[in-house]
């Protein structure tokens, strides 16, 4: 159900929400009745003051709300540390949260933030919300005053500010690097073929292989819907016995390791005659046996970017249209592909 807004309270009685502002804060400035009008009708309603949008001028409580879908995720911790960093020099504090890919716990925090607590939210999707594709939440906390910011994961129809990773070219650039080190039968692992994320990699994968003159064959796109990683390797090995696979690129860390690990086995040496790259320069694939190539979405940047993006809002009360900030992709040389 739409929380009641002064915006609504100020149609109800056909004036100024500045008139409701006021009553509502017991304001000399208002005639008695008109106060009482409005105080008992707030009363009747449920009406819970949003004090960011109560008192515009005074709103600043110097403080960010963060909402990250997942906390096992090394790219969400990076993007946590540019936030962070930039959040800490412009003199903001932050409060964090995790939805843990639920849409009712994405939707309650920030109801909950929203009263007052914060400034605004710099968040990325959780995973049922995609997939639900109700983005209503957002559209009431923007017409309260609270601007957002969406990273990585982002409602395209919520017009706000948005910072994303060309996700895309990233995946087409991994396939024309592995093919210039003599790679032809390249697999493509997802975990997260229900995101945009997922599929803009898979589209970036099919172009990367038309590009490269390169037939599709469907039994190398592999979409693993199972979120317990230690259950990969049982996923992928029947998928390795079956087809010939010299390359992998995985939308993921755990999934690329798993490949990496059902390649060894078979006997195929990394990175003589098979090669794997990841999405994501995280802790794993730096610790991985051999080091992981990776594509480097760079969290730190998109945090930081994010974050100078909605301080600017706050601090300049910019009226500004939103705006995409894309975050180019590169690709980091590791032990897991020969040099192109």
């Known amino acids: 159900m739409k929380r009641l807004t002064i915006k609504d309270i100020a149609q109800e009685f056909s004036v100024s929400i500045s008139t409701v502002s006021k009553a509502l804060n017991d304001s000399y400035e208002i005639s008695v009745s008109t106060k009482e009008k409005i105080q008992k009708y707030a009363k009747e309603q449920n009406y819970k003051p949003n004090f960011n949008a109560l008192s515009l001028k005074n709103r600043q409580t110097k403080t960010i709300g963060i909402i990250i879908p997942n906390m096992l995720n090394y790219f969400f911790a990076q993007v946590f540390n540019g936030i962070e960093k930039v959040a800490n020099d412009k003199g903001y504090k932050i409060i964090s949260c995790i939805s843990n890919e639920s849409f009712k716990k994405e939707v309650e925090t920030m109801e909950t933030l929203s009263n007052g607590s914060i400034d605004g939210f710099i968040l990325s999707l959780a995973e049922e919300t995609v997939l639900k594709n109700d983005f209503k939440h957002f559209e009431e906390i923007l017409e309260n005053g609270t601007p ?5 994961r982002v409602a395209e129809p919520i017009n706000c500010d948005k910072v994303i990773t060309d996700d895309f070219k990233g995946a087409s650039k991994t396939v024309k690097y592995l093919t210039k080190s003599g790679s032809k039968n390249i697999a493509f692992i997802s975990t997260i073929s229900n995101l945009k994320v997922g599929k803009k990699r898979h589209q970036g994968y099919l172009k990367g292989l038309e590009k490269a003159g390169l037939p599709i064959n469907n039994n190398l796109i592999i979409n693993i819907i199972d979120e317990d990683y230690k259950n990969y390797e049982n996923i992928l090995t029947p998928i390795f016995e079956k087809n010939e696979i010299d390359a992998v690129i995985a939308t993921d860390e755990s999934s690329a390791i798993a490949a990496m690990k059902v390649a060894q086995k078979k006997g195929f040496k990394i990175p003589e005659n098979f090669a794997v790259v990841c999405f994501s320069n995280g802790i794993l694939a730096r610790h991985s046996s051999p080091k992981m190539t990776t594509v480097s979405q760079h969290g730190e940047r998109m945090g ?14 910019s009226e500004e249209a939103p705006k995409t900030m ?15």
């Open 326 to 340: 894309i975050i180019k992709t590169d690709i980091v040389e590791r032990n897991s592909t020969k040099r192109a």
């Open 148 to 152: 957002i910011v969406m990273f990585d």
């Open 304 to 317: 930081a970017t994010a974050a100078s993006i909605l301080i600017d809002r706050l601090e300049n009360k």
